[in-house]
């Protein structure tokens, strides 16, 4: 683990999720293009993966692009499949290199066919690395969108059922969990939302039931480990009560 001083070990997130916001108006502020926003946020994902494994997280997921970014002018949107593709083949190594298994969560037949390919190059190699579990997860959201995932596990539970494979009064929580992307993963323990907007934006919505929230007015191109650290140290002092109340807790 990372040597910090201001972190609790025993008390480390299992999962972080980052909503990466901020990349357009930090490139709008220094009058650039919002596609150098998105290469300057690229480097933040490097520098945050890397401080993510060495701080031995279990999972980070980050909302690389969402189901509604799709509506955005369509030379924005072949900036950020062509940045993807850059990273991805960037990075192969070094995920290798550091035991971090490559996941994806979303409508991933949508993305173009050469960005599919590398994709799931990138997924395969990783994951069969070794026969060992992985030291960290990086789990990219991309095309994605938590109604549409509710959807869609609804709908296989649905045709589960009309099949015969289980009954309505089968249906519980955990069940469900298994039809989300998520399936196998612990939910996030962290939301952190850079740029400054208080809002979930269609991510996890499941999942993040339980997640301590924080917010911050740091661009995400701006948002490196310092600001990561300092981001896990704060949600350490925070008590998680799930529904109990202090004294329950300290009694336990």
């Known amino acids: 683990m ?15 999720a980052i909503i990466m916001d901020g990349n357009g108006r930090w ?28 701080l031995d997280l279990e999972v980070l997921t980050l909302y690389a692009f969402s189901t509604e970014n799709w509506k955005r002018p369509a030379i924005e949107v072949q900036g950020l499949m062509t940045l993807l593709k850059t990273y991805l ?7 290798l290199e550091n035991n971090i298994a490559l996941r ?20 395969s190699e990783t994951g069969l690395k070794s026969e060992d579990k992985p030291s960290m997860i990086l789990n990219l959201a991309l ?35 298994s039809h989300l992307y998520t399936a196998g993963l612990p939910d996030p323990d ?39 650290i300092e981001a896990i140290r704060e949600y350490q002092s925070r008590e998680r009560r799930f529904g109990q109340t202090s004294e329950q807790l300290q009694a336990e």
Not at 2 to 16: A, G, Q, S, T, Y
Not at 30 to 51: C, F, Q, W, Y
Not at 115 to 123: A, W
Not at 162 to 170: A, C, K
């Open 2 to 16: 990372l040597e910090n001083p201001v972190l609790d070990p025993k008390r480390m997130p299992r999962h972080v």
């Open 190 to 228: 962290l939301l952190i939302r850079t740029g400054g907007e208080a809002r979930l934006s269609n991510f996890l919505l499941w999942q993040l039931s339980y997640a301590e929230l924080n917010i911050t007015e740091t661009m995400w191109p701006d948002f490196r480990a310092e600001k990561f």
């Open 89 to 95: 083949k960037a990075e192969l190594q070094n995920l």
């Open 143 to 177: 095309s994605y969108g938590s109604r549409p995932e509710i959807v869609r596990a609804a709908r296989i539970m649905a045709e589960k059922c009309v099949s015969g494979q289980f009954e309505p009064e089968d249906f519980s929580e955990q069940l469900f969990a």
């Open 104 to 123: 994806c969560i979303g409508e991933i037949k949508k993305l173009p066919p050469d960005v599919q390919k590398i994709l799931t190059k990138v997924i």
């Open 27 to 54: 490139a709008k502020q220094r009058n650039l293009p919002r596609i150098m926003g998105h290469k300057a946020g690229s480097e933040s994902v490097k520098d945050i993966v890397k401080t993510a494994r060495k």
